[in-house]
């Protein structure tokens, strides 16, 4: 079973960058699908971004296409998410998550392992 801890978060002013990252335990982590979902107060958790893998396929939803990146390492276990042009509406807990198969990216019911988030706001 795979672990993921998140790190990376913190206060950044609008159009600044982050870059969260996600470290993985468990021999099983290269065969897995990793994604990146944000939770803001009063909202329900939504999707960020998928890789594939291999690293080869990625997917992203509307709000992070061209801010963000999520790219990975497999030989260090590492998943990461650089975001630039940050905005206040950025503001989240954001999730590292893992799943088997390349479908149903979008939706965390897909997701069987999770990590503990870690907080990003971003500052008018």
């Known amino acids: 079973q795979v672990q993921l801890v998140e790190s990376g978060g913190g206060l950044v002013q609008a159009g600044g960058s982050l870059k969260l990252s996600c470290a993985a335990s468990g021999r099983t982590f290269s065969t897995n699908v990793m994604g990146w979902f944000r939770q803001a107060p009063g909202k329900q958790r939504e999707f960020v971004a998928a890789i594939s893998s291999s690293g080869g396929r990625t997917d992203y939803a509307d709000s992070a296409k061209g801010r963000f990146t999520i790219s990975r390492d497999n030989a260090k276990n590492m998943v990461y998410l650089q975001m630039n042009s940050l905005k206040p509406e950025d503001s989240a807990v954001y999730y590292c998550?893992?799943?088997?198969?390349?479908?149903?990216?979008?939706?965390?019911?897909?997701?069987?392992?999770w990590g503990q988030g870690t907080q990003v706001t971003v500052s008018s």
């Open positions: 998550a893992g799943k088997v198969l390349y479908s149903g990216l979008r939706s965390t019911e897909n997701y069987n392992v």
